[in-house]
């Protein structure tokens, strides 16, 4: 048994039960525990009931540090008020001494854990045609559902989507790899980070539109579908935050409307999916969307991929943040290289194709 996986067993120590299974956390024999998925934030696992053999029932995760114990009052606050509209969500289930999470301590043995309901269905690691217009109404629903919701969120993600303070981070990270002779950059660093710093300088600094409760992080693989294809929940929820809509949605249509992924270099922005993405939005969000926040969708886009950019090809440097994949890269810094080639290219490929995609939103909008 890996170390993880130990320490995951001890945390769901802490449950004494899961609603609707056969699960005693103290008998082994009552559940088998697997890793699930291959997220780069949390570590995840399936927790399956013996009896019935093979059931899913629980979602069990280590929360990054980025978070902590605080997120898990957000969460639970946005997920009841979802069940109360009726919405499809996980839910947060609570320990033996009715808390949200558990905290076994620092350093690898340890962390922040919790468990949530799961939700059955399917996630996908591309968009396609067929996902793109249920994306957007899944997406839709949500806002929808949340936008009667008071309430203060106990963890703020500072700075998060500052492209101001991004922009610093990546100057201070070429002037450590210019000043370190030691310091090995990879070919092309300077100048990506030169073309990194072109592009935003066209890019406003203040985003309209008031401030909405938000996923935070709507790349597609935290959308869950059914067997028929429609959108049923979104997953993840650590990101909650009140945002304006036009970082949310930027952020969803960089990640969907680039159906080659965030490890490719030469990525496009796909024109079609984007069509269909907003098409699907705007059946549900057409009567609470402003218009200074449908004006800004594109220039929204265009900021968040230019802001990943800079996250990404700063940590080229500094390399405290992001995972790699070990398997496919040799190091954090030459992972996350290709991240922020990949988020350049695909920044600059919506511009030259603005016009078109803003026009395609003015007529999502005026078909809705």
Request: hydrophobic letters at 40%.
């Amino acid at each position: 048994m890996t170390a993880l996986l130990q320490t995951a067993r001890a945390a769901l120590s802490y449950y004494a039960a899961i609603e609707g299974a056969s699960f005693d956390s103290q008998r082994d024999d009552s559940y088998t525990i697997r890793p699930l998925g291959d997220g780069l934030i949390n570590d995840t696992f399936l927790v399956e009931t013996s009896a019935p053999k093979g059931v899913a029932c629980a979602v069990l995760q280590r929360v990054n540090p980025l978070f902590g114990v605080a997120v898990h009052h957000d969460i639970e606050a946005v997920t009841r008020h979802l069940v109360r509209k009726q919405l499809c969500t996980p839910l947060l289930i609570r320990t033996r001494d009715d808390q949200l999470a558990v905290d076994l301590g620092p350093g690898d043995a340890g962390g922040v854990w919790r468990m949530l309901t799961y939700v059955e269905g399917q996630t996908f690691a591309k968009m396609t045609e067929a996902l793109a217009a249920p994306a957007g109404e899944l997406t839709a629903r949500f806002h929808t559902a949340v936008s009667d919701l008071q309430h203060r969120f106990h963890f703020v993600r500072a700075g998060a989507h500052d492209l101001q303070r991004h922009l610093r981070n990546l100057a201070v990270a070429v002037d450590k790899a210019q000043s370190e002779p030691a310091h090995e950059t990879p070919p092309g660093f300077f100048a990506l980070a030169d073309s990194i710093f072109t592009l935003a300088r066209d890019i406003p600094l203040q985003v309209p539109g008031p401030l909405r409760i938000c996923h935070g992080d709507l790349k597609l693989n935290n959308l869950r579908f059914g067997d028929d294809g429609q959108g049923l929940c979104l997953l993840d929820l650590d990101t909650l935050a009140q945002l304006p809509l036009g970082l949310e949605l930027g952020d969803a249509l960089r990640s969907w409307c680039n159906p080659a992924g965030e490890d490719r270099t030469d990525p496009q922005f796909d024109l079609s999916l984007l069509q269909r993405v907003l098409q699907g939005y705007m059946r549900i969000a057409r009567s609470f969307i402003a218009v200074e926040e449908r004006d800004y969708l594109i220039l929204g886009t265009l900021r968040i991929t230019t802001q990943l950019a800079a996250r990404f090809a700063a940590d080229v440097v500094n390399q405290s943040y992001f995972r790699y994949d070990p398997s496919r890269y040799e190091s954090r810094a030459a992972h996350n290289y290709v991240r922020a080639q990949g988020q350049l290219a695909l920044a600059q490929s919506l511009v030259m194709q603005r016009r078109e995609a803003e026009s395609l939103v003015q007529s999502a909008f005026s078909a809705a």
